[in-house]
């Protein structure tokens, strides 16, 4: 079993800044997809950021320039720096990471407890 465990969130005004981190732990051999969504109350989750085991990253379009997503494979662990945040970037921000407990299995879908992020105007 795979356990995820996020941090960062909290209350920021426009324009500042907040890093959020997930760290994965647990049966785990290999890592593949890792990704941040979020959700706000009547809408559906949505992805914000993704990076792939090849170092590939993605982003939403109202998040690009402003976010960035890395990942420190060592440790299992993912990291949402953003930046000059806006009012509408409130949300439950949830991590999302693609584990496989051995190098030959397949990877299943692994879900944060999400982490509250507030941007006053």
């Known amino acids: 079993q795979v356990q995820l465990v996020e941090s960062g969130g909290g209350l920021v005004q426009a324009g500042g800044s907040l890093r959020l981190s997930c760290a994965a732990s647990g049966s785990i051999s290999r890592v593949d997809a890792m990704a941040w969504y979020r959700q706000t109350p009547g809408k559906e989750r949505e992805l914000v950021a993704n990076?792939?085991?090849?170092?590939?990253?993605d982003y939403a379009d109202p998040v690009k320039g402003r976010f960035t997503i890395s990942r420190d494979n060592a440790k299992h662990t993912v990291y949402l720096q953003m930046n000059s945040l806006k009012p509408e970037d409130t949300a439950v921000y949830y991590c999302?990471?693609?584990?496989?407990?051995?190098?030959?299995?397949?990877?299943?879908?692994?879900w944060g407890q999400g982490t509250r992020v507030t941007v006053s105007s």
């Open positions: 990076s792939g085991i090849d170092g590939h990253t």
């Open positions: 999302y990471v693609a584990a496989a407990p051995y190098f030959w299995s397949r990877s299943e879908n692994y």
